[in-house]
Every structure is written in structure tokens, then in C-alpha cells.
């Protein structure tokens, strides 16, 4: 059992830039259709997540990433040639970071009171991909303890079972409390508030807190260097 206090990062819109993958879309359609292309594969990609978990089905991550963006190449009417696609896929696992992501980090890593997971829908195998192939964050990867997957139990954020299952891996059932969330997507956000656990939104726009459906987050910032200011000692 840990003293420490577990930040739990979100992959995917929290550590890593799903947009920046209209740079790999560019080379096939031009940088403005390339991100628009971005923006509408990822509302699509969380779509799915969240279809399949009303219906009670589950597909892996990756298939997810997959389907959402046959989806929006059909909706703007492309085509795209196998071999791309599997170009384009393999270029997701190399997504761009935040710019705030890897200062942060690497103030976190000398903390002698926190612990830092990652905690993504994505497969292990994407995590794992995506944590040592992205070219910055790769360098930070030994800030992370685990990396959790929520593809062990067959369900996506924000389900609650996906949480309870993240307090397991971090040792802390019984003491969500002590687990942070540190996520830039509102939907996790509430998630993780609704079972106990503490978030801290990560507002990078500035836009200000809008969700009317659940809890609001602990801790509202700006930037992951305002996290690492709250717990310096």
C-alpha cells in the first residue's frame, strides 16, 4: 500500500494531442480537410466508445480508432488506399504532445509524495506504443509506474467499473480519495468524480467548466504545470 498520491493521466486529449494527427491526414488531403478529418474521427472515436457501452458490447480500442475513421472518410466522401490507413493508424501511435505535457513531467518525476500511471481506454498495446513512440514523450516514459489499460475488463470511459478497476491496479480500493484523475476530457472527469475519485480537469482552452450532467471536477487547471504546483511540498 502507498503513502504517495496517485495521478492518473489520461492518454488521449490529456497527455497526447489527437488533433496532431491532421499532419499525417495532410499528406493525403491537404492540412485544412486534414483537420477537419482530425476533429470530427475523434468526436466519432469517443461516439463509438459510448455506443457500445449502452448496448453492452465491446470492441478493442483500436478497432474503435479504426471503424471512426472509415466513418468520417465516408461522411466527407474519400477513399483511402489500405496501405494508408495502415500508415495513418501506425501514426496514432506517435501522436504529438501538449506542450505543457513533458515540463510537467519531468518536475513530477523528482516528487517523492506522488505516483504517475497512465490510464487510457486505449489497448496495452496502443499505450505501450504510444508512450515510447511519441518522440517527446518517450523520454518521460520511466515517470510512469503502469501503464492501465481499461481493455482487461471490456468496457470504456466512463463506466464505473473502469475506475473501481483503476483503483485496484494503483492499490487503492476503499481509498479513491487518494486517486487523482488528471484528464482534458470532460466525460472522464465526471466519471471519475462520480465514483469517489478526485479530477483535475485540464482546461487548456480556457473555456471554462460547461458539463451539466454530474460532478464537477476538484481542481480546475490551466496547464499540467499548475499540477505539479499543487503538490510541491
Excluded at 490529456?14 to 480537410?33: E, F, P, V
Excluded at 466522401?77 to 493508424?89: A, F, G, P, Q, T
Excluded at 515540463?103 to 499505450?127: H, Q, W, Y
Amino acid at each position: 500500500m502507498t503513502n504517495k498520491t496517485i495521478l492518473a493521466f489520461d492518454l488521449y486529449g490529456t497527455l497526447l494531442s489527437t488533433h496532431s494527427i491532421a499532419t499525417t491526414l495532410a499528406k493525403h488531403y491537404g492540412q485544412d480537410m486534414a483537420e477537419s478529418i482530425a476533429t470530427l474521427w475523434r468526436r466519432y472515436q469517443i461516439e463509438y466508445t459510448f455506443r457500445l457501452n449502452s448496448m453492452k458490447q465491446y470492441q478493442d480500442f483500436e478497432e474503435v480508432t479504426r471503424k471512426s475513421l472509415l466513418h468520417t472518410l465516408a461522411e466527407y466522401r474519400l477513399s483511402m488506399e489500405i496501405n494508408d490507413i495502415e500508415e495513418v493508424m501506425q501514426a496514432y501511435d506517435s501522436l504529438s504532445t501538449f506542450k505543457d505535457v513533458v515540463p510537467a513531467l519531468e518536475e513530477l518525476r523528482n516528487l517523492d509524495n506522488v505516483e504517475c500511471v497512465v490510464f487510457s481506454n486505449g489497448t496495452k498495446k496502443m499505450i505501450t506504443n504510444s508512450v515510447n513512440g511519441s518522440s517527446q514523450l518517450s523520454d518521460c516514459s520511466n515517470v510512469f509506474s503502469q501503464l492501465v489499460s481499461i481493455d482487461h475488463i471490456r468496457s470504456f470511459k466512463p463506466a464505473p467499473e473502469v475506475y473501481k478497476y483503476l483503483a485496484h491496479c494503483v492499490r487503492m480500493a476503499g481509498r479513491e480519495s487518494e486517486v487523482w484523475l488528471v484528464s482534458g476530457n470532460p466525460f472522464d472527469v465526471v466519471g471519475a468524480r462520480s465514483v469517489g475519485l478526485n479530477a483535475a480537469w485540464v482546461d487548456r482552452s480556457s473555456q471554462g467548466w460547461q458539463d451539466r450532467l454530474g460532478p464537477e471536477p476538484t481542481k480546475i487547471i490551466h496547464g499540467l504545470g499548475e499540477l505539479v504546483d499543487m503538490f510541491k511540498q
